[in-house]
């Protein structure tokens, strides 16, 4: 009892005495990492920090940079310089400006909109700065290139969009050799578009092309531009039991979830946007006030209705490629399901996390099986 009760006071007096030798603030943010995210219309710069920081931002147009001054930040070398590959910069440059300051400059190739925002820790991720740099002419670009699709395609033509799940900060489930879900899904993505636009009644597209983030809400936006007809959102499964396997397809609930793990499945799905970094412009996502609640709630009931009758047939044609995890389909609140006007379905082809899953899942030949199967089903559903 006695030496319990002087671990106890050693311990407390230790504690005190590092609180008395270190002042307010203990500790000036170091950046411990630097990453970036090249998407066709932006490019994302991240700055791991041990702690939150302070900052002050300007854009200067001739060379075109964009300036960051950091507060309550210490480099661990007066001067760092990064040349990057990316369509719109050249180098990442930090300098230090005095105590506790640093001068981040990103050299770009032309002028582009800057969004600055800072993410809290979250799960394995410290704090971080991000920045977006976004070419807004190529943004509108391709927003019109999206929306002319429906207009030009032949009559009859069905417009399917494939969403690889996660992408950039969001790596999504890891396996136990470190293969990450954002890699594994935009490979079967590709091969899926590839296959389904050899039809000549198919026209396919991918929400995402690279290893970048897109807020699940957007995700939605873009399949609406392309007014799509059959949305899928690709994933690989994870869990702690490193024997679970299985596939499994799961539709959208407006009305709690069919079951719990359904319900963990969404919500850790859901944490895409955290993990990923969503910065919503607002505009982007107001609500239109034509739209009529009636008529969205009818929209809704019918494209799920859909997405059931797709969920049961993929079911059908893929437990020949893979066993299925659960006999049916399963619902959840799943964010990137929610477009009310088009059938949504998302896929969890295997666990990542099994050996063996993993295993397959990182070779070609399982990949095109996967996606020849989906090819199979989206043709069935069009042509019941
Ligand atoms: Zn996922």
């Not at 950046?31 to 939150?52: F, G, K, N």
């Amino acid at each position: 009892m006695g030496t319990k009760l002087l671990k106890i006071i050693s311990l407390s007096f230790l504690g005190i005495s590092i609180f008395l030798l270190q002042p307010f603030p203990v500790l000036a943010a170091t950046i411990t990492d630097v990453r970036l995210w090249s998407a066709p219309d932006h490019t994302r710069i991240v700055l791991d920090l041990t702690e939150p920081i302070q900052y002050e931002s300007s854009s200067q147009e001739s060379p075109p940079q964009f300036h960051l001054e950091l507060k309550g930040v210490s480099l661990q070398t007066p001067k760092r310089e990064m040349e990057v590959k990316d369509p719109f910069l050249t180098k990442i440059s930090l300098t230090e400006l005095g105590k506790d300051k640093v001068k981040l400059i990103l050299h770009q190739k032309k002028p582009l909109n800057a969004t600055v925002f800072t993410l809290k820790p979250y799960q394995d991720k410290p704090n971080r700065l991000v920045i977006d740099l976004v070419d807004v002419v190529q943004e509108k670009k391709e927003q019109e290139e999206r929306q002319k699709q429906k207009e030009i395609k032949p009559k009859g033509t069905k417009i399917v969009v494939i969403d690889p799940g996660h992408g950039g900060e969001d790596p999504g489930a890891i396996g136990p050799k470190k293969t990450m879900e954002k890699d594994i899904v935009l490979k079967v993505g590709e091969k899926v578009v590839h296959l389904l636009n050899q039809n000549k009644e198919i026209q396919a597209f991918l929400t995402r092309k690279g290893d970048y983030f897109i807020p699940l809400e957007e995700r939605i936006k873009i399949a609406r531009e392309y007014g799509t007809n059959l949305f899928i959102s690709l994933h690989t499964d994870g869990s702690f039991n490193p024997q679970a396997r299985g596939s499994s397809v799961y539709c959208l609930s407006l009305s709690g979830a069919t079951d719990e793990a359904a319900k963990i499945l969404a919500d850790k799905e859901n944490t895409s946007n955290i993990l990923g970094g969503a910065f919503l412009r607002p505009a982007a996502f107001a609500k239109d006030p034509n739209l009529n609640q009636i008529l969205l709630d009818l929209m809704q009931n019918n494209s799920m209705k859909e997405s059931f009758r797709f969920a049961e047939t993929l079911l059908e044609d893929i437990k020949a490629v893979n066993p299925l995890k659960y006999p049916s389909y399963r619902q959840a609140n799943f964010i990137v399901l929610k477009a009310p006007d088009i059938p949504s379905v998302l896929v969890e082809m295997a666990f990542i996390t099994n050996r063996e899953d993993e295993r397959l899942l990182n070779r070609d030949d399982f990949q095109e099986k996967i996606a020849k199967t989906l090819t199979t089903s989206i043709k069935k559903y069009f042509r019941p």
